[in-house]
Each structure stands twice: as structure tokens, then as C-alpha cells.
């Protein structure tokens, strides 16, 4: 009779072991996330430098510098303007950018003017990590005179992400044409 009143009662051993059982599994499971998680490079691109000139003549290009800052090459799939992809062969340019460098700097000699653009650009780009890249859109968005002064977005797509960036429409003092 002494024995069984010191012991411990079945219930309670059940107990016992069915939460030990229950954080050893929460255990296995953090240490395997954990393990997975930190092996994984993770996709990361800064938008910077969105500009968007209209001239006079109604005549719009767009530009905007891209920047891997991730740990691994990143395929850009699609680019948006206000909604609308920019991927045809007529529209979108890209250059190989100097990073820190604001687009307006180089606009007198790159917009409108194909033969100074590295590459015709009509599907997706590949950009690796630590690079950066200058994308020129050549009517973008159906952007006109009209549109001075408001704003509008660009969206860059790629598989685990989309990137937003606004800009203001600029009037632009040169000929876009």
C-alpha cells in the first residue's frame, strides 16, 4: 500500500512524456528551419533614380537605375508603367550603370539616342548580384504632356518579388525625339 501512494500516478507519467515528446519535435523542427533558412540568399533590389521627361511634342522617356543588392543573380522579368508592361522591342534600352550616379546627368546624351544604349532589351534581363543596370523605356506608360507634374509608378517584377517606385512626370527642355 506504501508504494503506491509515493508513486507516481499513470496519468501524470503520460503527461510527462507526451510533453517532452512534443518539445523535442519543436526542437528538431527550429534547428531544421533554422539550418535551411541561413543556407538560402536572399533576393534584394533597390529601384533608385526613376525619372519620367515629356517634352513638347508629347514625346516621353523613362529611366531608372536597378541594383542587386541581394546575395544572389536575380532574372528581372517584367517592367511596368503605370500598369502596363514596357517589354517590346521599341520601348525598353538597359546600359550598364555607374551606381550612385543619377540618370539626369547622362539624359542629354542617352534619351532618344539608340546608338549610345549598350543593349535592345525584350525580355528578361539578368542582373547579377552587386551590379547594377540604367533602364531607359522609350514611351513609357502612355505618358503625354498632359501628365506633367503627377505621379506615377514603376513596378520591377522578378520571381519572389515585385518592387514599386513613384516618380513625378518632368517637362523636359530638349527634344525627345
Known amino acids: 500500500m506504501m508504494k503506491n501512494r509515493l508513486a507516481l500516478s499513470t496519468v501524470i507519467t503520460t503527461l510527462i512524456i507526451l510533453v517532452v515528446a512534443v518539445l523535442l519535435a519543436g526542437v528538431v523542427t527550429y534547428f531544421a528551419i533554422n539550418v535551411v533558412s541561413t ?7 533597390t529601384v533608385n533614380y526613376a525619372h519620367i521627361w515629356c517634352d513638347s511634342a508629347g514625346k516621353a522617356v523613362g529611366a531608372l537605375m536597378i541594383t542587386n543588392t541581394g546575395g544572389r543573380d536575380v532574372v528581372i522579368s517584367q517592367i511596368e508603367v503605370r500598369g502596363q508592361p ?17 540618370l539626369t546627368s547622362k539624359s542629354a546624351t542617352i534619351l532618344g539616342a ?9 525580355g528578361p534581363i539578368v542582373l547579377a548580384s552587386g551590379k547594377s543596370i540604367d533602364v531607359w523605356i522609350v514611351g513609357p506608360g502612355s505618358v503625354s504632356t498632359a501628365d506633367i507634374g503627377t505621379t506615377i509608378a514603376f513596378t520591377v ?8 517606385q513613384e516618380t513625378n512626370v518632368q517637362a523636359s527642355a530638349t527634344s525627345l525625339a
Not at 517584377?157 to 514599386?164: H, L, P, S, V
Open 39 to 45: 543556407r538560402v540568399q536572399q533576393e534584394s533590389l
Open 86 to 102: 514596357v517589354f517590346t522591342a521599341d520601348t525598353v534600352y538597359t546600359s550598364t550603370a555607374t551606381p550612385g550616379t543619377d
Open 114 to 122: 539608340a546608338p549610345y544604349l549598350a543593349g535592345l532589351t525584350t
Open 157 to 164: 517584377f522578378t520571381a519572389q518579388a515585385a518592387y514599386y
